[in-house]
């Protein structure tokens, strides 16, 4: 016997991540476009066919694009752990992972498509000639720098765990019935005119 599969079955529960992971990538398109925008190009003086030389301070714009990467990845991962943490309902196991997977996504998607948007803002020569400045590409370095949004998102989110005052992370209905669950019965009221 074989089991079929009903045409309108969902998993309950998994619409909330996979739209968070969807949205976080959406978000490193938008990321990367910002980065390659704002990294600089390194210039070099061609000194001899197909050799160049870096200009003074110039190989400083290596840093400059890896840190401004890191800037936008920790803002971006700080502010999407404070957004998630806003969803009350979906709060817990499965948010964390999803901001986690999401951010990592997200960086990786942000460094792709800022890089291909940096050739393209600062196109290759093929044959420069001796003694003119030619601009090179942002790159990144390492990928160290895909670490920074999901480590900040999971930090930011940890520390908004810790200093929730509910077991439950806020996410039960709030009708104030702690006794009633607790202990299974109502908890005893004494009317105003009761008393002695």
């Not at 976080?24 to 160049?52: C, D, K, N, Y």
């Not at 439950?168 to 104030?176: A, N, Y």
Request: hydrophobic share 50%.
């Amino acid at each position: 016997m074989t089991a079929s599969r009903r045409p309108g079955l969902r998993v309950p529960g998994l619409r909330a991540p996979a739209r968070l992971v969807l949205s976080l990538t959406l978000l490193g398109v938008v990321s990367g476009i910002v980065w390659a925008l704002l990294a600089p190009a390194e210039r070099l003086l061609v000194v001899a066919e197909h050799q160049g030389v870096v200009l003074t301070t110039e190989s400083l714009h290596r840093f400059d694009a890896v840190a401004i990467f890191v800037g936008i990845g920790l803002v971006l991962g700080a502010l999407s752990a404070v957004a998630v943490w806003g969803i009350r309902r979906s709060r817990g196991p499965g948010a964390v992972a999803a901001l986690v997977v999401g951010s990592a996504l997200s960086a990786g998607v942000a460094a792709l498509v800022g890089m291909g948007v940096a050739r393209l803002r600062f196109p290759r020569v093929d044959s420069p000639s001796v003694g003119t400045i030619v601009a090179m590409a942002p790159g990144l370095s390492t990928a160290m720098v895909l670490v920074a949004q999901p480590l900040a998102a999971a930090l930011v989110y940890l520390l908004l765990v810790s200093l929730s005052p509910h077991d439950d992370l806020g996410v039960g209905d709030g009708d104030g019935g702690r006794d009633e669950v607790a202990t299974g019965h109502e908890s005893p009221t004494v009317d105003a005119e009761e008393r002695p």
